[in-house]
Nanobody
Framework: QVQLVESGGGLVQPGESLRLSCAGSGIIFSQNTITWRRQAPGKQRELVAAITSSGSTNYVDSVKGRFTISRDDPNNTVDLQMNSLKHEDTAVYYC??????WGKGTQVSVRL
């Protein structure tokens, strides 16, 4: 079955960390760029971080220096290490493989 499944979300205090993981099945993980995106209530979905098949990374300015994306192609996983979390990081986080394959998301909530 072709799918992506995210995990690792939760409710944390400001300044704490979370590590999100995205596991793929039914695909050759290494063939595509993988992105983490998020959608906060009432806002459009935005790109948070991307990692190409060669390992190049890119981040939205608001998370630079705090978030790190990494991939483990043999195990078909991509992680997002999120440090120094802020309330404004609260959102549903999705991973996407290539242009069309999405996971169902995992909720990240950071208290005020």
């Amino acid at each position: 079955q072709v799918q992506l499944v995210e995990s690792g979300g939760g409710l944390v205090q400001p300044g704490e960390s979370l590590r999100l993981s995205c596991a793929g099945s039914g695909i050759i993980f290494s063939q595509n760029t993988i992105t983490w995106r998020r959608q906060a209530p009432g806002k459009q979905r935005e790109l948070v971080a991307a990692i190409t098949s060669s390992g190049s990374t890119n981040y939205v300015d608001s998370v630079k220096g705090r978030f790190t994306i990494s991939r483990d192609d043999p195990n078909n996983t991509v992680d997002l290490q999120m440090n120094s979390l802020k309330h404004e990081d609260t959102a549903v986080y999705y991973c996407r493989w290539g242009a069309t394959l999405w996971g169902k998301g995992t909720q990240v909530s950071v208290r005020l």
